[in-house]
């Protein structure tokens, strides 16, 4: 048997090999642009001071929805709202030059969670905004998660991101507006990857496997599919606090 | 337009003109990220990651080479570590069946030649089998295939042929197929 002829029937048997299907290109285009954007909302020269405006719209996001569900249990009275400054933010204090007191100026959405709701429609539309402003976030995390992870070169702070939504996540599930349950699942998926972020392990060697397993949740999931379609356009701006 | 000026205007931000570039690439990227993956999911991200990757670095682009031989440098070094990763996931996920499956002593199915071709190139060293993949498959040159992944024209041929001489071992008992 010579060579040639094992080549040639190679050649002729191997196109059969993991054969490839027609190209998905509109899929993938509209997946990279989205990618893209939001990318270049957590661009690498925002790195330093990303984690720090991220944490303080997420405790401002907090502090709107434990306002809506406070009302919600007719315990609150709307004049007795305070300006939207952050009292005690977990991820504020911890930030490094940030206050006990650190005063924000809160982004359109989160204003608005801020608002005593006027009626149940009000209030529904509180929370729905409050989760949209919410889920933007999460979208940016989880992007800056794969991106860093790929490069296998994690910011640390990341878990104080993650633990930052984990908290609002677990205040959004808590709510007596989370009814609509496509939300309530997302929202249940997002708290477990969530809690894994947050619970990275500082060890270099322990982490890649960590990353590993995130990853593959998120993507057996199709976490990012359905935080962008749970995602109003511009949500993400917020993620970044631009 | 031909493709400088198309390079041109998307260093300068141009949407339409990083569509036109995606567009006249985007077939071979998938088509390669999908013969080493094998799976549509991954071929998708691995092509999506390559595109995103290449826009960003645009401006490292200096046009020492074609802009598709760059893009496919990229595209393989995408691939070639995403598989890494998965392969070291799916081992784990291997490991857990094997103990699920402790103890089982049913007899397994020959695999027809078409099986047993593909789990040949699937065992193949991810450089051998990317030669392997890009030549006899995909229809590249050494030339290449020599760039984008790093390596003299040479070399590709020297690997293709020990890919080859390991393919023709794992299917030996097929011989006939091809002596006939």
Redesign the interface.
């Known amino acids: 048997?010579s060579?040639d002829?094992?080549?040639?029937?190679?050649?002729r048997?191997?196109?059969?090999?993991?054969e490839?299907?027609a190209?998905?290109?509109e899929?993938?285009?509209t997946?990279?642009e989205a990618?893209?954007r939001v990318?270049r909302l957590v661009a690498p020269t925002q790195r330093g001071r990303w984690w720090v405006t991220a944490s303080a719209l997420a405790a401002t996001l907090l502090l709107g929805i434990a306002l809506g569900t406070w009302m919600e249990s007719g315990k609150g009275a709307p004049s007795a709202l305070p300006a939207p400054t952050v009292a005690v933010a977990p991820s504020a204090t911890a930030a490094p030059g940030a206050s006990t007191r650190t005063p924000v100026r809160p982004a359109a959405p989160v204003v608005a969670a801020a608002r005593p709701p006027a009626s149940n429609a009000a209030g529904s539309l509180t929370f729905d905004a409050a989760a949209a402003d919410h889920l933007g976030r999460a979208e940016a995390l989880l992007t800056t998660f794969n991106t860093e992870s790929?490069n296998g070169n994690i910011d640390p702070q990341i878990g104080t991101w993650a633990g930052d939504l984990l908290t609002t996540t677990r205040l959004l599930l808590d709510s007596p507006r989370a009814r609509d349950p496509r939300t309530r699942k997302l929202l249940s998926d997002l708290e477990v990857v969530l809690a894994q972020i947050a619970q990275l392990k500082s060890q270099p060697d322990s982490r890649s496997?960590e990353f590993?397993?995130i990853?593959?949740a998120v993507?057996s999931q199709n976490m990012m599919t359905r935080l962008r379609d749970a995602t109003p356009p511009g949500s993400a701006a917020l993620a970044s606090g631009s | 337009m031909d493709e400088t000026d198309l390079l041109t205007r998307a260093r300068a931000g141009d949407p339409a003109a990083e569509r036109a570039l995606y567009d006249a690439h985007v077939d071979r990227v998938y088509r390669l990220a999908y013969r080493l993956a094998g799976s549509d999911d991954l071929a998708q991200d691995f092509t999506q990651e390559t595109f995103i990757r290449a826009f960003a670095r645009l401006g490292d682009f200096r046009g020492d080479s074609s802009f598709g031989t760059w893009l496919h440098t990229i595209a393989l070094s995408v691939s070639m570590n995403g598989l890494r990763k998965v392969k070291r996931f799916r081992t784990r996920e291997a490991d857990l069946d094997e103990a699920r499956d402790h103890g089982w002593t049913g007899r397994r199915a020959e695999p027809d030649l078409k099986q047993r071709l593909a789990a040949a190139i699937d065992a193949l060293a991810p450089g051998f089998r990317a030669v392997f993949v890009m030549h006899d498959v995909e229809g590249y040159t050494h030339e290449e295939i020599g760039t984008a992944l790093g390596i003299q024209p040479g070399t590709s041929k020297a690997q293709l042929s020990r890919a080859r001489a390991r393919l023709r071992e794992a299917l030996s008992d097929f011989a006939g197929e091809w002596t006939a």
């Open positions: 048997m060579d002829k094992f080549d040639e029937f190679l050649q048997a191997a196109r059969s090999y993991h490839p299907p190209t998905p290109r899929d993938m285009w997946r990279i990618e893209r990318r790929a496997d590993e397993i990853e593959q993507r």
